[in-house]
């Protein structure tokens, strides 16, 4: 049974340009949120999706943005990046019919220079 | 808006030390708990978990944590520590139902021989 997956590992972008990151839930999980790690710093929420619809967003600008599809997998996507963009990205599913316990991805290794 | 505090930014103690990672939150409602663990290179692994009843949780490893209600706390403890738990520890906590987790900023163990 795999768990959460993520892609890509590690990705190095330049101020201003858009990056798109990945996420597979667990198998039998229809929940997935985002979360920001910034270095030396607790995991902060972005956004959850559920049935493909935003059902709760964090103190995160517009530019960030999501999509949930159809097999419950998740893309997380941010425009216009800036250095203070810089963070691990983590993905966690959970099933909205069960304990709501999250399990989290590895992250995506986001740098923005 | 819930806040998690977490009291130790960096603790350092010798195999077999006893350990006492400190957690309080703000939140008037009722809620979930958790102690999320994250080794160095590897993702985020839930600890242990306090949904209900018995406030003194037993989780993974050896790792137990107590929750008290009346000082909004739930502090983790190991009895006798390894080099093998040298990790960033995150408490974090969220309302009932498949909601966001909101994460203190995390401890810092490092076990030393």
């Known amino acids: 049974d795999a768990g959460v997956t993520q892609s890509p590992t590690h990705l190095i972008k330049t101020r201003g340009q858009q990056v798109t990151l990945r996420c597979s839930p667990k198998?039998?999980?229809?929940?997935v949120s985002w979360y920001q790690q910034a270095l030396g710093q607790g995991p902060q929420f972005i956004f959850q999706?559920?049935?493909?619809?935003?059902?709760q967003r964090g103190n995160f600008p517009d530019r960030f943005s999501g999509h949930q599809f159809p097999n419950y997998s998740s893309e997380l996507n941010v425009n216009a990046l800036l250095l203070g963009d810089s963070a691990l990205y983590l993905c966690?599913?959970?099933?909205?019919?069960?304990?709501?316990?999250?399990?989290f991805g590895p992250g995506t290794r986001l740098t923005v220079t | 808006a819930q806040s998690v505090s977490q009291h130790n930014h960096h603790v350092i103690l010798s195999e077999a030390a006893s350990l006492e990672l400190g957690c309080n939150y703000s939140?008037?409602?009722?809620?979930?708990l958790f102690w999320y663990v994250q080794y160095p290179g590897q993702h985020l692994q839930l600890l242990l978990k306090?949904?209900?009843?018995?406030?003194l949780v037993k989780g993974i490893k050896g790792f137990e944590a107590e929750f008290i209600k009346s000082k909004f706390s739930f502090n983790l403890r190991k009895p006798s520590v390894q080099w093998s738990d040298t990790a960033e520890y995150f408490c974090?906590?969220?309302?009932?139902?498949?909601?966001?987790?909101?994460f203190g900023k995390g401890t810092r163990l490092s076990v030393i021989a």
């Open positions: 966690a599913s959970s099933s909205s019919g069960g304990s709501y316990e999250q399990y």
């Open positions: 198998s039998g999980h229809d929940t």
């Open positions: 999706y559920y049935e493909e619809e935003e059902r």
């Open positions: 939140y008037g409602g009722t809620v979930n």
């Open positions: 306090y949904f209900s009843g018995d406030p």
């Open positions: 974090a906590v969220n309302r009932r139902g498949n909601t966001p987790l909101v």
